[in-house]
């Protein structure tokens, strides 16, 4: 929406992220110096909320996308919060961190320094004009935690190019043998389930494609059974040929909106979703998939044969997903920005 305008973020790693931010003027924190932080950004909690508060923003109007950090920045003019979640590791830590955080030095750095985060992180907050969401659990999560009652509400767009090329993913061929897979998209994090979904695969005699890295990688490795293959790094066109041959997606984490089954349903392709979560704003139960009641791994399978069994209509998925374009969100944040500061004369940064 605003290609001239500037990003400025704490951290920028070029190499890990979508390559069209190489296009954009990006302005970093000092931290980015280390390159330490850019490929670990996680090992740099203790002086983010420093690198934050020091960060400068000198343009009129800014649109900030925060799920922790950019609403802490030092804003010359009017501010609108694209709030992805109050910050996840003050607010839901066993989530965040998994019920064993003492064995992670992460987890006990984050119950240590609980205090000064959530101080600062209210201290954030109360210098910003305007909030929204971007799913109903999270609009009410800002008005609870934050006590802000004049909360938006704007879901995400999905950025699905079915048109666009296919390419295999060369470790993933034999996958295409008629038997079918079921498909994972997800960082490799505690809260994420995916080790039950793996339980639930060898439980249900189901094959599974997870595609994604984090710091449980070797862990989930380990106790996959034969069924599970795990890949990573993949390009646009093979992330769309892993949704476009999927028998189903599996997103049983509870997530702030997860746009997973959305690039799902524009292939065609169900989900089987725990009922929590973004998940209540994107799934319609027998148009785009079905609920599993908890993230566990008999349940799980239970839905694993229980979407196989059911009739799809690849076209509702598909007109599901439109709900969700691009065009739509463009025209929401528009409209938003026109009602709060009036019509933009210079593209705001982001």
Not at 15 to 37: C, D, H, Q, Y
Not at 107 to 135: E, F
Not at 243 to 263: N, Q, R, W
Request: with cysteine; hydrophobic share 40%.
């Amino acid at each position: 929406m605003f290609p001239d305008a500037p990003i400025y973020t704490t951290l920028y790693h070029p190499e890990g992220t979508f390559p069209e931010f190489a296009e954009a003027k990006i302005i970093t924190s000092r931290l980015n110096r280390v390159g330490l932080f850019r490929h670990h950004h996680r090992a740099a909690l203790p002086l983010l909320p420093l690198a934050s508060s020091l960060m400068k923003v000198p343009s009129g109007t800014a649109i900030v996308s925060s799920s922790g950090w950019a609403h802490g920045f030092r804003y010359k003019g009017p501010t609108v919060v694209y709030c992805h979640t109050p910050a996840r590791w003050v607010y839901l830590m066993e989530e965040y961190l998994g019920t064993r955080w003492w064995k992670r030095p992460r987890g006990v750095a984050v119950k240590l320094l609980h205090p000064l985060l959530k101080r600062w992180d209210h201290h954030a907050m109360a210098q910003r004009d305007y909030y929204l969401g971007n799913s109903t659990v999270v609009q009410e999560r800002i008005r609870n935690i934050y006590g802000r009652q004049d909360v938006g509400l704007i879901h995400p767009p999905h950025a699905v190019d079915t048109g666009g090329e296919l390419q295999p993913v060369p470790e993933a061929e034999h996958l295409l043998d008629g038997n079918g897979y079921f498909l994972v998209v997800s960082r490799l994090l505690p809260y994420k389930n995916v080790d039950a979904v793996i339980e639930a695969a060898a439980v249900a005699g189901k094959r599974l494609l997870v595609v994604g890295r984090g710091p449980l990688e070797m862990e989930l490795r380990s106790m996959a059974h034969d069924d599970v293959l795990f890949v990573k790094d993949l390009t646009e066109p093979q992330l769309r040929w892993a949704y476009a041959h999927a028998t189903a997606l599996v997103a049983v984490s509870y997530e702030d909106f997860g746009i997973t089954p959305l690039e799902a349903s524009a292939w065609g392709v169900p989900t089987i979703a725990l009922r929590a979560g973004g998940y209540l704003d994107t799934i319609r139960p027998g148009v785009n998939g079905i609920f599993t009641d908890t993230a566990t791994a008999p349940d799980i399978a239970r839905a694993m044969q229980e979407v196989q069994e059911l009739p799809w209509d690849p076209e509702a998925m598909k007109a599901h997903a439109d709900l969700f374009s691009e065009q739509r969100f463009a025209r929401e944040i528009d409209e938003l920005l026109r009602r709060f500061t009036g019509p933009p004369s210079d593209a705001p940064p982001r």
